[in-house]
């Protein structure tokens, strides 16, 4: 049976403790669209006691911190004890985030999820943009999705270009954001070959080390020839 190491303990602590902290964004923005949405659709939602709205607003975040968190655990525990590659990828993993300051943490983050950022981003702004131009009671519908559409591309080009440096933040820190699969699958075989070879290499050395012990007993005393190579094996 193999105990736990702290630093297990403290890699485990950390993926559980980002898990809560995306399951509290991702609940708090329910809350915030419910309380956004809902008054226009259901209005009498004001009008509830304000334990029933105070429950309305903490459910969501409360509930998706603590399934977020049990889902990050249960992640961890299945890459961390898979097998010794994909351990030894996790912890070193971890090192390399401890050793982080926070703005690098922070542009690190950005880097991993620059795509779903962008996207994000991207629909956010062709939403605020027709929000905006949707205003103006002169343009027709199509003038509207015309100068929306303007605006958008503008801040996708903005998008871009800080993709751009991130990229070159990547190539100049050497990060690879690979998933741990795609590691597993790219290099695991050629950690357990360099492995196998080195243990190879060892039996080696320890055969040829009986058989020369075999052969300076057979000079000494050809009766305790065996002895030596039993004493060496065990």
Not at 131 to 140: G, K, S, W
Request: aromatic residues 10%; hydrophobic residues 40%.
């Amino acid at each position: 049976m193999k105990l736990v190491t702290e630093e297990e303990i403290n890699a485990h602590n950390t993926a559980v403790f980002w898990g809560g902290v995306k399951g509290a964004i991702i609940g708090t923005s329910v809350s915030l669209a419910i309380y956004g949405i809902a008054p226009r659709k259901f209005p009498r939602l004001f009008k509830l006691p304000w334990s029933i709205r105070t429950a309305v607003a903490i459910i969501p975040p409360t509930l998706a911190t603590a399934v977020f968190a049990e889902k990050s655990s249960t992640a961890f525990d299945e890459q961390m004890y898979s097998s010794e590659y994909t351990q030894r990828v996790v912890l070193q993993e971890h090192k390399r985030w401890n050793s982080m300051s926070l703005g690098q943490k922070v542009v690190d983050s950005l880097s991993e999820h620059k795509y779903k950022i962008i996207t994000g981003l991207w629909a956010l702004s062709m939403y605020g943009s027709w929000v905006f131009v949707d205003r103006d009671p002169i343009l027709t519908k199509t003038q509207k999705f015309v100068q929306a559409r303007m605006y958008a591309q503008f801040l996708t080009v903005g998008l871009l270009l800080g993709s751009i440096g991130l990229s070159f933040y990547e190539e100049q820190n050497a990060v690879d954001h690979s998933s741990l699969a795609e590691k597993s699958n790219r290099d695991g075989w050629k950690v357990l070959l360099a492995e196998e070879e080195q243990r190879e290499a060892e039996e080696g050395v320890d055969d040829h080390r009986i058989k020369r012990n075999k052969k300076k007993a057979k000079v000494l005393d050809p009766k305790k020839a065996e002895e030596p190579a039993a004493m060496e094996t065990n």
